[in-house]
């Protein structure tokens, strides 16, 4: 009888919710449906619908799982449950994981939805096996998780590895950008892929020549990290310098934390590195660069695996 | 009857033992002795006699004590025993481990100085108590000690928290430092307490208009980043500006890195942090100003409590 835990990831219009094979990392049953309400007992009451329908699929009871966790973007503090802040779902200190647990009838727990697939990396993904690891994401915006002696950090507060939010200098003497946290200077403001594009929408109006403009239709609200690889591809030297420039800060940035906390394995995931070879080797060129020799003895770095899976299979798994 | 450990603190130009209260962190024997030879078998030979005598002095038996640590500026490679790299004593892996535990007649723990006094301020000094905490040392080299659910992180090879060694951007544009460690652009080519006294010798030789020069007696080599802290302390301008870049230097790197570790609690500790109030002022400016605001809540600073001694309680003391 295989052993099956929930797993749930909560995005900004959807909510996923599967069953993980324990044993595995198999996803055995899922399920998505549209969040139509952001209110905190709303998308409690969502997540748990989802989450019987599919323990309904895979014929289970609800009941007789082996744990429960969601992962969502947020500033999750560690095993309270409480969500400090949540921009994307419009949250401050929402005690979701006391909600949820109450709807779904079992215990829940709540992480931060990048610490959540670090976790499926690091069980069943480009992990599996290393006990001292970091993995960074860069996708819309850019976090990471990191494990020492086979666990997650949380941290004092449970909000370790925000790695996103490390100052950078900026590149070229030029002035820091604002981050979606609020604060100036982040890495997430450079490197992160709403922020990425912003960037390039404000070079484009203030005339950049590049090919990104027509493989965006011409249209500005088409302009994608995706689009600058398109370019880069093609030789469009402002792609270049743009790639460069972004994959030294990550690097550096990313570089620094191999230095300092000394992992076996760095994994390297997320929608804007895993879509875009051009800025992941400028990336991977700039980690080279940067992490110390005694650091560099034994390390390597691999893709992550399991794409959209991770953090549903992470937050089923996650240690009680 | 007290249980007794054996901490052993080796310097490039001496070896301390003590004995030390496992129960209170306090020493209750102490000896130290001149390195006249540093090959590694003289070292440990000279290492292990002066823990006799300690032991002599404290009138124990040393087969009867409870562990042995010993604690050195170099890399040392966890468990194994082996120093990497040891510059101030002219060491390449050496297997430093075996021959002190065959000197002494007693299994003995190698690890890098600061690590060992990160790990005895987290049990006797600033940080006791605390489970999440971070350490930094600025002295002749700055390093650091990172504490995860009150262990000390080793990472993969053995050589976490060389916090010194990670890259920073040249402050005003200029051109990078060529580290001790062989590497360009590390933090302890600015901050270290060796290169910060040959930059400000270049900045004399070239003119630079301080009283610097004059506190240091007209003298070249007994400029010191004492002496640069006497001139701050006159109202100096080179001094001032001085504090205020090697400030900014370390604050963005040891800020950066409670953000991405979130500890509850930093220590800064170390020679020329604790003998430059104003190099001290200016740094934890800079860490308050790097901070992630979700990784500020709740987090203190503290100074260092133990001095010279934490290296050789958190040597006695180390986990085994």
Sequence with gaps: MARLALGIDLGGTNVRAALVDADSGR?????KSPLSDRAPQAVADAAAAAAREAAAQ?????????GAGVGLAGQCLGSTGVVANAPNLGWRDVPFGALLTRALGAEA???????AAAWGEL??????????????????????????RGRLVEGARGVAGEIGHLKVTP????????????????????????NLSARVREDLAAGADT?????????LA???PGAVEQAFARGDAYARDLWEEIGQLLGTVVGNAVTLLNPARLILGGGVLMGCPGLLAATRRSIDATVSPSAAVGF?????????????????????
Tied chains: 1, 2.
């Design 27 to 31: 996803i055995v049953a899922a399920r």
């Design 58 to 66: 895979a014929g289970v009871d609800p009941a007789g799982l082996h």
């Design 109 to 115: 727990r709540v992480v931060n939805d990048l610490s």
């Design 123 to 148: 069980r069943f993904g480009a992990a599996r096996g290393f006990s001292e690891v970091l993995v960074v994401f860069v996708g819309s915006g850019v976090g990471s998780g990191l494990v020492v």
């Design 171 to 194: 590149p070229r003497g030029g002035a820091a950008r604002k981050c979606g946290c609020g604060q100036v200077g982040c890495l997430e403001a450079w490197a992160g892929g709403i």
């Design 211 to 219: 090919a990104v403009r027509d493989l965006a239709g011409g249209d």
């Design 222 to 224: 088409r302009v994608s």
């Design 300 to 320: 390597t770095v691999a893709k992550a695996e399991l794409g959209d899976d991770a953090g549903l299979v992470g937050a089923a798994l996650l240690e009680r």
